[in-house]
């Protein structure tokens, strides 16, 4: 009888959080807009016209190819230098590591909002990085909380192998080529998806680094449209929530196609015994 209830508690939890999605899907579907509980079970009008009033207004080709760049720039970025800093700080000894880690965790309550001008200042005025993609790249290459995440799983690996691989005399970087990284595929795939999320879904900083429309990304272009041409289409309600379906469709693409690997290792298989 508990595991029922429990399963029915789930069932319900996951409808509540699902829900939201849905009726952002179908909203975008209507053709004319309805506002009421009733909009979310609606039995005809279906039309893809808010989808191609946006496909008319905005180069979503060329838009979504502005975010993979981003996206995949800054997920490159992260992931090596967070790959690296974090078996710094859980594997290497030297004086002074335990207090780099706490600056570290203090720069995570540090919002971005309160160092974007200085950051704005530094990236286009003094390396003059504006209207590029290394300008949108560069503040966003190296995330203190992938560091974090890697740093923490290197600390679950066991010593000995480690302390095996140095007696056969491999160096650092062949340890963490060899060894570490092959076992720590979680957190890769777990800073890889929160990367993902957030560059692809940021607006502000694109919008300041860069003017040409031809660099900016998906964020952007469909802020822009939202903001200034759906409140003028013929289902404005339709037309906004088709923008947002737009945006989140691959990011939920990315979790449910990964969300299955998110499963800790037999970290001490490697191990004798």
């Known amino acids: 009888m508990r595991r029922y209830l429990s399963m029915t508690a789930l069932l319900v939890g996951a409808l509540v959080f699902l829900f939201p999605f849905y009726y952002m899907v179908v909203g975008s579907l209507q053709e004319s807009p309805d506002t009421t509980v009733r909009g979310a079970l609606p039995l005809g009008g279906w039309t893809l016209d808010n989808y191609a009033a946006i496909n008319g207004r905005v180069d979503l080709v060329r838009s979504l190819l502005n975010s993979a760049i981003f996206t995949g720039g800054v997920m490159l970025g992260t992931v090596v ?18 207090t780099l880690f ?13 160092l974007i001008i200085p950051i704005y200042v530094m990236v286009v005025r003094y390396y003059g990085l504006a209207d590029s993609y290394l300008g949108m790249i560069a503040p966003f290459a190296i995330n203190s909380t992938a560091v974090f995440i890697f740093r923490q799983f290197f600390l679950q690996l066991p010593d000995d192998l480690f302390a095996a691989a140095q007696l056969d005399g491999a160096s650092e970087l062949r340890i963490l080529w060899s060894i570490a990284l092959p076992l720590v595929r979680p957190a890769l795939l777990t800073a890889m998806l929160l990367t993902f999320i957030g560059p692809w879904n940021e607006f502000l900083w694109p919008f300041l680094v860069t003017k040409d429309t031809e660099l900016q990304p998906l964020a952007v272009t469909l802020a822009n449209y939202i903001s200034n041409i759906a409140g003028r289409a013929a289902n404005p309600f339709g037309a906004i929530l088709a923008g947002a379906v737009v945006l989140a469709a691959p990011a939920v693409a990315l979790f449910v196609a990964f969300q299955r690997r998110f499963t800790d290792l037999n970290l001490g298989s490697g191990v004798k015994g």
């Open 81 to 98: 230098f967070g790959v690296l800093a974090g078996y710094a700080l859980a594997r290497l000894h030297f004086r002074g590591r335990g």
């Open 102 to 114: 706490a600056v570290m965790l203090l720069v995570q309550i540090v919002p971005f909002q309160l």
